[in-house]
């Protein structure tokens, strides 16, 4: 048997929520077009008969504008620092041509950044991932940026992915596999993630939330549990908190239908994951300015250690 602990590490928008959905082959975590969509670090864990890997999807790495910005930040840093490989990220608009550029292929400036930050390869190897080949027309342009991407740092291996239509996706499981040592396996065989039923009931309110909203307001959203009851049907009280009253007003729509959308939605997607019908009713609250109170920010399960794995808080 071999055990590894494997951070998914990257910009924002790359693709390491769906390839941890593509190795977990479940919908674990969300999704979506917006960047900043993950704000904490997601355990993940593979099992299968000779290896199990536990990933640990983190937040994209960007210049943070708030305090929460800097914690999602942490938390993706703590989880290269602290796991035994890493899967460095990337995607193809990383290779592509851009205009007035004279060299061939010019690295995106803010992945060469991240790579710098990379712990050293003999201490921590790391795999490099280009997603996203599916969009890629011209896939000659894939080999130079692999010689380029492999001069800066000493990947243990580069392999192009589409997480989306999961392919490749088996191969970074092969590379991370020939990096891992023996060892026993650090969860159950039957564990996929440790986070409680309450962290993805807000996770996929969330969701909802960046699906149906556009702008400022799937950005300006945090979601806190009220109430959890157990019972034949779950019955949950939850409060999406916004930082204006515009936001509120986008939020709860005309007559309420917006926030009703939202919330069937989410139930829909809570159900699937529970595999039983819930009851769930949502509120929304001005908060001003959670983002930047610490207080606030660990209420809503923003805490500072939230994203170092073993560290639960709910
Ligand atoms: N075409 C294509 N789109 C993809 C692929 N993988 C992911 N996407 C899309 O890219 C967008 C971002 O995906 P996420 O998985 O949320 O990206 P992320 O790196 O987790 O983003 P953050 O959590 O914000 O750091 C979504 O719209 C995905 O559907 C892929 O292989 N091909
Ligand atoms: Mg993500």
Not at 52 to 60: N, R
Not at 140 to 150: D, K, N, S, T, Y
Not at 158 to 181: F, K, T
């Amino acid at each position: 048997m071999r055990f590894g602990t494997v951070a998914l590490f990257g910009r924002s928008n790359v693709g390491k929520s769906t390839f941890l959905n593509a190795v977990l082959e479940q919908d674990l975590a969300i999704v979506s077009s917006l960047p900043q969509t993950t704000r904490d670090a997601l355990l993940g864990v593979v099992t299968r008969k000779d290896a199990q890997i536990a990933f640990l999807d983190t937040p994209g790495v960007h210049r943070p504008k708030t305090e929460l910005g800097r914690r999602m930040n942490h938390a993706a840093f703590e989880a290269a620092r602290t796991t035994d490989v890493v899967v460095f990220m990337t995607d193809v608009t990383a290779v592509a041509r851009r205009p007035g550029k004279t060299r061939e292929i010019e690295l995106d400036p803010e992945d060469l950044r991240l790579i710098g930050q990379l712990p050293p390869a003999k201490q921590t190897p790391a795999v490099l991932v280009i997603n996203k080949i599916d969009l890629l027309r011209d896939k000659g342009r894939l080999l130079p940026a692999l010689v380029e991407l492999q001069k800066v740092h000493d990947f243990a291996a580069l392999v192009p992915i589409s997480a989306l239509q999961d392919d490749g996706v088996e191969r970074v499981l092969g590379e991370i596999y020939a990096l891992l040592s023996e060892g026993p396996a650090g969860y159950p065989s039957d564990t996929l993630t440790d986070r409680p039923t309450s962290y993805f009931v807000r996770e996929y309110v969330r969701e909802q939330v960046l699906v149906a909203t556009q702008g400022e307001v799937p950005h300006a959203v945090a979601v806190s549990i009220d109430s959890y009851e157990e019972g034949k049907i779950p019955r949950i009280l939850a409060t999406l908190h916004v930082e204006k009253e515009g936001q509120r007003r986008i939020l709860v729509g005309n007559s309420g239908s917006k926030i009703k959308e939202i919330g069937m939605a989410a139930r829909a997607r809570i159900e699937a994951l529970l595999g039983r019908q819930i009851y769930i009713e949502l509120f929304v609250r001005i908060s001003p300015r959670w983002k930047d109170a610490p207080r606030q920010l660990a209420e809503l399960g923003y805490s500072q250690d939230a994203g170092e794995p073993g560290k639960e808080r709910e």
